[in-house]
C-alpha cells in the first residue's frame, strides 16, 4: 500500500510541475490559458503531388512583344439598348526556335566552317496579362457582363496574335537568334558558324 500510495503521490506531483510549466509559458508568451484549452482550431494541410508528365523541351524564347489595347465589346439586343463593355488589355507575344527539332542531318562542316539549318521561328506564346488588365466600364450588361468581358478577352488574345505577326515578330525571332546563337557557336566550335532558317516560316491559322 505504501508504494501505491508513493505512486500516486509522484503522479501528482509530476502534473503539478507540467501544470505551473504551462502557465509559466502561457505567462511568457501573453496567454494564461494553456493550448489545449485556448479555444483556437489548428489547422493542418495534406497534400499528394503526383507528377503526371515530363517534357523535354527545348525552345529557346528570343524576342517578346508587350501589348496594350482597348477593347471595346457590345452585344446587339433586338428590343433593349446594346450590352457594351470597354476593357483595358495588356498581354504579350514571344517568339521562339525549337531548337529540339534540329537533328543531325541538319549539320554540315568542314575544316572552318559550321553550317546548321535551323527551323522555322515560331510564334510559341500570345497570350492576356489578366493581373495587368481589367474591365474599365460596362453599359446595360446586367446578365451578359460575363458572357461580354470573357469574349471580349478571346478577341484582344487573336489581335494580340495577329498584331504581333503584322509587325514582323518572326522575323525578329531569326534576327536575334543568330545573334545570340552565332557567337556561342563559333566559341564552342572554333569555327564559322552559319545559320541558315527557312525562306518563308508556317504561320499558324488564328484560333
Known amino acids: 500500500m505504501r508504494i ?10 509530476i502534473l503539478l510541475l507540467a501544470g ?3 502557465l509559466w509559458s502561457g505567462f511568457k508568451t501573453g496567454s494564461w490559458l494553456p493550448e489545449w484549452l485556448g479555444g483556437e482550431d489548428k489547422v493542418e494541410a495534406m497534400h499528394t503531388v503526383v507528377l503526371q508528365e ?3 523541351m527545348g ?3 528570343v524576342v517578346k512583344y508587350n501589348f496594350k489595347d482597348v477593347v471595346e465589346q457590345e452585344i446587339a439586343k433586338m428590343w433593349l439598348p446594346n450590352a457594351k463593355a470597354i476593357l ?4 504579350e507575344a514571344i517568339g521562339c526556335v525549337d531548337l529540339a527539332k534540329i537533328s543531325m542531318e541538319d549539320i554540315t562542316s568542314d575544316a572552318e566552317t559550321l553550317v546548321i539549318n535551323m527551323p522555322e521561328p515560331e510564334l510559341c506564346v500570345f497570350k492576356i496579362d489578366h493581373s495587368k488588365s481589367k ?6 450588361a446586367f446578365t451578359d457582363e460575363a458572357k461580354l468581358v470573357q469574349e471580349a478577352y478571346k478577341q484582344a488574345e487573336k489581335q494580340i496574335q495577329q498584331s504581333a505577326l503584322d509587325m514582323g515578330i518572326l ?7 543568330q545573334k545570340i546563337l552565332t557567337p556561342m557557336l563559333e566559341k564552342a ?8 532558317f527557312p525562306m518563308n516560316a508556317k504561320v499558324d491559322k488564328l484560333r
Do not use: F
Open 54 to 56: 515530363v517534357s523535354s
Open 59 to 61: 525552345k529557346l524564347e
Open 88 to 91: 483595358i488589355v495588356q498581354g
Open 20 to 22: 505551473i510549466n504551462a
Open 189 to 196: 566550335s572554333g569555327k564559322k558558324v552559319v545559320l541558315k
Open 171 to 177: 522575323d525578329q525571332t531569326k534576327e536575334n537568334a
Open 135 to 140: 474591365v474599365y466600364n460596362t453599359e446595360y
Open 4 to 13: 501505491i500510495s508513493w505512486l500516486v503521490r509522484l503522479l501528482v506531483l
